[in-house]
């Protein structure tokens, strides 16, 4: 997701977890249908050891899971449910399973700007299920690092699963790891900020009455 909750991420590495694998995940915030949980583990591929943050974010909307695909995809849209990006683009591919996106994000102090380009690909593991897993890529030139802007390296997961004709669950996940800001501080403003977006995400698709 490049869902603003990236704001605190700087890892380089690692990759996306299963999402049946077992889960140990508490709840830190729900508002109505949106849950987000936290965990921390071991950061795959880390030496020395890290404990890295995992945010997993549930939550419905009604409309379709093609609907919410090209919402993820659409590059004129985005800033209206992701207010920190002030650029994005997508470079689509020959084959659809797969594309590129890069995206830049406005970011307050004391965190300084940051970017990502990432590499997405997409799957129907079962009827009615769209599953979207990301993952950090280099490339200078799609997106040659920017002085002064933090690069980050991000992997994570979109889960669409059609519950109903006009029912979407969805599951997010993304793993981070801290960058030396106390969690007393980076706690509220990244679980606000992913349930801010997730809210805006859903207006977006929800069919205006």
């Known amino acids: ?15 996306v977890h299963a999402q049946t694998e077992k889960e140990e995940f508490e709840l830190v915030k729900k508002d109505g249908t949106i849950s987000i949980y936290e965990r921390w583990i071991n950061l795959p591929n880390a030496n020395p050891p890290v404990k890295a943050r995992e945010v997993k974010g ?17 590059e ?15 470079y689509k ?24 380009l ?20 280099v490339d200078d030139v799609l997106a040659p690092v920017r002085k002064g802007v933090t690069r980050m390296q991000l992997s994570g997961s979109w889960k669409l699963e ?15 790891r801290p960058i030396g800001i106390p969690k007393f501080l ?16 859903i207006a977006l698709l929800e069919p205006k009455k």
Request: glycine letters at 2%; proline letters at 5%.
């Open 58 to 74: 549930e939550f419905f909307f009604n409309n379709t899971i093609y609907a919410g695909l090209r919402l993820i995809q659409d």
């Open 162 to 176: 059609q519950i109903s004709q006009n029912r979407v669950k969805v599951t997010y996940r993304i793993l981070s």
């Open 1 to 15: 997701m490049r869902i603003c909750v990236w704001l605190f991420f700087s890892l380089t590495g690692f990759h």
């Open 118 to 137: 990432l590499v997405y690909t997409l799957s129907a593991p079962s009827p009615g299920v769209l599953m979207l897993n990301f993952q950090s890529k």
């Open 93 to 116: 591919q020959p084959d659809t399973t797969f594309w590129f996106e890069y995206s830049y994000h406005d970011i307050p102090w004391p965190v300084s700007d940051q970017d990502h």
């Open 186 to 201: 980076t706690d509220p403003i990244i679980r606000s900020n992913i349930m801010t977006t997730i809210e805006e995400y």
């Open 76 to 90: 004129k849209r985005i800033m209206q449910w992701q207010s920190h990006v002030s650029e994005f683009e997508v």
